[in-house]
């Protein structure tokens, strides 16, 4: 309860703050205050992310100065917060007391239904399914914190990831632990619902938003996301707020709304690299926006367009320029063949590159043009472990059954036109880059809207069979996504609830990891270990390093020995191994230039198993013989 | 707004025929390989 109450104060205060920022002008119109309210949220998270950012580079990462920053922000923003409060229980009264159609009704409970599983995963500790939370977005934040500052960490590629949503996670970890850090991916969720909410209401009607968040919540990939600590979600609200701000630029013809429009792009460019794709699709829009409606000649229309690139990566930059300073490369580790960059090598690219293009069902023309099919069809083809239960949290059939509806309406309105033609640039984007269904979800409520609408209107326009047809095809996702996600949920809800010990859930979820954490807890003072096959280092409490592919601070290939593999730990001042039970059976199998020398320091004794847990095997460098 | 095609009953089948197939098929997809990766008794 404290984790709900604790993001609830932050996001009150980033609210309120963006409130402060967002103040109505002629060139500002908002539609409601619901409307304000969600652009506030995202933009003063985004705010509160980069502070976080700042305090870290200067080696000031306490908690109470995350409190004094989010108290500082709450009292610029004293009135803001007031008609904020006053705001939310007018909304919450009306919500109670207004009545609704049937089917209003029904989408309301299913909305209500999804957040408040949403929330209760949350509360779980990060388990089995949560690789990448446990291996860098909570990782991460929890050796920034130890260290009370943001600085290098060369082992682990990812830290040159931009990493806004990173930055709440260390808020969430300094105040409570990782319950309130995995909220604040719950609440991108619940702020993109209630955008769509107030898109809808303000530009079509509120059931065209209310069916977009259906459709966007009843994708069980979404929902699964909502309750771990990743930054899809993130990415997905700053872009879809974007996307409506650039919107509402042209259709209220606020030029503040421009630049509302490219901070927030901004911010998803800061949340993750894909949003670059965002970013050049704006520029071109407002290009176009400006000669199709200013005609004054083209120079305007390049001037709007270069103010909104500068603003966009402006906001972006702190975190691509981060890069560069500490690797020379401002997209680390991506694109090595231009950039080049610290501890990376050719291999370990062309391996990464391997893995990202391992995802998906080809990358003909052909596969493109089915890969809408493919992916509703076969989503488990799109994911990381197409074996593994979570393989089959999809993204739900109702994009794909809805969206052709947009054919049968006639003359199409050009909100949903701009939303679309967005949409298929990120598509193909994601499909040549990296095919996995993550890295599409900040794409999706864009296109979620896109089907709500086109959903709403068959509804309202149809026969009766048709409208009974999308009736039962909207019931029965709601009902199994519904049903995937509370067994889902379910596993792990005793431990949300403290029914279940953290550490008996864990011990059960993480195959022997979590007590091996326990294990290498326990070790004396000044050591350190090193990683095999295995990257989830969270709950590790002894300092650690990634040892196999991801960095190449110990040159495997250019040692002769396992004398000189065991001189490369020491210099490290590494004192012990980690590895998986089936990178031992590489080793045993002598499968590679580093499992030879790994199996020569065994057979010669210079490395001792200690320990040995579920999946996992500890091993001591023995100490150099007198 | 405009009524459009959908007025056309020959589309307003063709689209009731797509959401069915497209929802029917992804959960018997779904559910047959959930199914088959159960492990056996």
Same mark, same amino acid.
């Given at each position: 309860?404290?984790?709900?109450?604790?993001?609830?104060?932050?996001?009150?205060?980033?609210?309120?703050?963006?409130?402060?920022?967002?103040?109505?002008?002629?060139?500002?119109?908002?539609?409601?205050?619901?409307?304000?309210?969600?652009?506030?949220?995202?933009?003063?998270?985004?705010?509160?992310?980069?502070?976080?950012?700042?305090?870290?580079?200067?080696?000031?990462?306490?908690?109470?100065?995350?409190?004094?920053?989010?108290?500082?922000?709450?009292?610029?923003?004293?009135?803001?917060?007031?008609?904020?409060?006053?705001?939310?229980?007018?909304?919450?009264?009306?919500?109670?007391?207004?009545?609704?159609?049937?089917?209003?009704?029904?989408?309301?409970?299913?909305?209500?239904?999804?957040?408040?599983?949403?929330?209760?995963?949350?509360?779980?500790?990060?388990?089995?399914?949560?690789?990448?939370?446990?291996?860098?977005?909570?990782?991460?934040?929890?050796?920034?914190?130890?260290?009370?500052?943001?600085?290098?960490?060369?082992?682990?590629?990812?830290?040159?990831?931009?990493?806004?949503?990173?930055?709440?996670?260390?808020?969430?970890?300094?105040?409570?632990?990782?319950?309130?850090?995995?909220?604040?991916?719950?609440?991108?969720?619940?702020?993109?619902?209630?955008?769509?909410?107030?898109?809808?209401?303000?530009?079509?009607?509120?059931?065209?938003?209310?069916?977009?968040?259906?459709?966007?919540?009843?994708?069980?990939?979404?929902?699964?996301?909502?309750?771990?600590?990743?930054?899809?979600?993130?990415?997905?609200?700053?872009?879809?707020?974007?996307?409506?701000?650039?919107?509402?630029?042209?259709?209220?013809?606020?030029?503040?709304?421009?630049?509302?429009?490219?901070?927030?792009?901004?911010?998803?460019?800061?949340?993750?690299?894909?949003?670059?794709?965002?970013?050049?699709?704006?520029?071109?829009?407002?290009?176009?926006?400006?000669?199709?409606?200013?005609?004054?000649?083209?120079?305007?229309?390049?001037?709007?367009?270069?103010?909104?690139?500068?603003?966009?990566?402006?906001?972006?930059?702190?975190?691509?320029?981060?890069?560069?300073?500490?690797?020379?490369?401002?997209?680390?580790?991506?694109?090595?063949?231009?950039?080049?960059?610290?501890?990376?090598?050719?291999?370990?690219?062309?391996?990464?590159?391997?893995?990202?293009?391992?995802?998906?069902?080809?990358?003909?023309?052909?596969?493109?043009?089915?890969?809408?099919?493919?992916?509703?069809?076969?989503?488990?083809?799109?994911?990381?472990?197409?074996?593994?239960?979570?393989?089959?949290?999809?993204?739900?059939?109702?994009?794909?059954?809805?969206?052709?509806?947009?054919?049968?309406?006639?003359?199409?309105?050009?909100?949903?036109?701009?939303?679309?033609?967005?949409?298929?640039?990120?598509?193909?984007?994601?499909?040549?880059?990296?095919?996995?269904?993550?890295?599409?979800?900040?794409?999706?409520?864009?296109?979620?809207?896109?089907?709500?609408?086109?959903?709403?209107?068959?509804?309202?326009?149809?026969?009766?069979?048709?409208?009974?047809?999308?009736?039962?095809?909207?019931?029965?996702?709601?009902?199994?996504?519904?049903?995937?996600?509370?067994?889902?949920?379910?596993?792990?809800?005793?431990?949300?609830?403290?029914?279940?010990?953290?550490?008996?859930?864990?011990?059960?979820?993480?195959?022997?990891?979590?007590?091996?954490?326990?294990?290498?807890?326990?070790?004396?003072?000044?050591?350190?270990?090193?990683?095999?096959?295995?990257?989830?280092?969270?709950?590790?409490?002894?300092?650690?390093?990634?040892?196999?592919?991801?960095?190449?601070?110990?040159?495997?290939?250019?040692?002769?020995?396992?004398?000189?593999?065991?001189?490369?730990?020491?210099?490290?001042?590494?004192?012990?191994?980690?590895?998986?039970?089936?990178?031992?059976?590489?080793?045993?199998?002598?499968?590679?230039?580093?499992?030879?020398?790994?199996?020569?320091?065994?057979?010669?004794?210079?490395?001792?198993?200690?320990?040995?847990?579920?999946?996992?095997?500890?091993?001591?460098?023995?100490?150099?013989?007198? | 707004?405009?009524?459009?095609?959908?007025?056309?009953?020959?589309?307003? /089948? +063709? *689209?009731?025929?797509?959401?069915? =197939?497209?929802?029917?098929?992804?959960? /018997? +997809? *779904?559910?047959?390989?959930?199914? =088959?990766?159960?492990?056996?008794?």
């Amino acid at each position: 309860l404290l984790a709900i109450v604790i993001v609830a104060a932050v996001a009150a205060a980033a609210c309120a703050f963006g409130m402060r920022l967002l103040r109505p002008a002629p060139a500002l119109q908002f539609a409601s205050l619901l409307e304000r309210a969600t652009f506030a949220a995202a933009l003063g998270l985004g705010v509160i992310a980069y502070l976080i950012l700042a305090v870290g580079l200067a080696r000031a990462l306490y908690w109470w100065v995350i409190v004094i920053i989010v108290a500082v922000l709450a009292a610029i923003a004293y009135r803001e917060l007031g008609q904020l409060l006053a705001g939310i229980a007018r909304g919450l009264r009306s919500f109670f007391t207004s009545r609704s159609t049937l089917g209003g009704a029904v989408v309301g409970i299913f909305l209500l239904l999804m957040i408040a599983l949403a929330i209760l995963g949350a509360l779980a500790p990060s388990s089995q399914n949560d690789w990448d939370a446990l291996s860098y977005h909570l990782a991460v934040p929890k050796i920034y914190l130890h260290a009370h500052g943001i600085a290098y960490i060369g082992w682990l590629s990812h830290s040159n990831f931009p990493f806004s949503t990173e930055m709440w996670y260390v808020m969430g970890l300094a105040f409570q632990g990782q319950a309130a850090a995995k909220l604040f991916h719950t609440l991108c969720a619940i702020l993109t619902v209630l955008a769509m909410l107030a898109f809808g209401a303000a530009h079509w009607e509120r059931r065209h938003g209310a069916l977009a968040a259906l459709v966007f919540l009843a994708a069980p990939a979404v929902a699964w996301e909502a309750t771990s600590a990743l930054n899809d979600l993130a990415a997905g609200l700053f872009t879809l707020l974007s996307l409506c701000a650039f919107i509402n630029w042209w259709s209220r013809r606020g030029a503040r709304w421009a630049v509302v429009a490219a901070v927030l792009c901004g911010f998803a460019v800061g949340v993750k690299m894909n949003a670059l794709a965002l970013s050049g699709f704006l520029v071109v829009a407002s290009f176009y926006h400006v000669a199709a409606t200013e005609r004054t000649g083209p120079a305007s229309a390049l001037r709007a367009a270069a103010t909104f690139a500068v603003i966009a990566l402006l906001v972006a930059s702190p975190w691509y320029i981060k890069s560069y300073v500490w690797t020379s490369n401002p997209v680390y580790p991506f694109f090595y063949h231009l950039f080049d960059g610290k501890y990376w090598t050719a291999e370990a690219a062309r391996l990464y590159r391997a893995e990202q293009l391992g995802f998906g069902m080809g990358r003909s023309p052909l596969a493109l043009l089915l890969a809408p099919w493919n992916l509703t069809m076969h989503g488990h083809r799109f994911s990381n472990f197409p074996n593994q239960p979570l393989a089959y949290v999809s993204v739900a059939p109702l994009l794909l059954a809805l969206l052709p509806g947009l054919l049968l309406l006639g003359k199409l309105d050009r909100r949903v036109k701009f939303l679309l033609i967005y949409s298929l640039v990120a598509f193909i984007a994601w499909f040549y880059l990296s095919q996995h269904m993550r890295y599409l979800i900040p794409a999706l409520p864009g296109l979620a809207l896109c089907a709500g609408f086109a959903g709403s209107e068959v509804l309202r326009r149809a026969g009766k069979e048709l409208r009974v047809g999308a009736i039962a095809a909207l019931a029965l996702t709601c009902l199994v996504s519904l049903g995937i996600f509370a067994i889902l949920v379910g596993v792990s809800a005793p431990a949300a609830v403290g029914a279940e010990s953290e550490a008996a859930y864990l011990t059960d979820g993480l195959d022997g990891l979590y007590l091996m954490a326990q294990v290498v807890n326990a070790l004396p003072h000044g050591s350190k270990v090193i990683m095999y096959g295995e990257t989830r280092g969270f709950y590790f409490d002894t300092p650690y390093m990634w040892g196999d592919h991801h960095h190449n601070m110990i040159r495997y290939d250019r040692l002769a020995d396992a004398a000189q593999l065991i001189a490369a730990y020491r210099r490290l001042g590494l004192t012990h191994l980690l590895m998986t039970q089936s990178f031992m059976e590489d080793v045993e199998r002598r499968g590679g230039k580093l499992e030879i020398l790994l199996a020569d320091a065994i057979a010669q004794h210079r490395l001792v198993i200690v320990a040995t847990c579920g999946n996992d095997i500890l091993l001591r460098i023995a100490e150099p013989r007198a | 707004v405009k009524a459009g095609l959908v007025q056309s009953w020959w589309a307003q /089948a +063709l *689209l009731l025929l797509w959401i069915a =197939a497209v929802t029917l098929l992804h959960y /018997a +997809l *779904l559910a047959s390989t959930v199914l =088959a990766r159960l492990p056996r008794p």
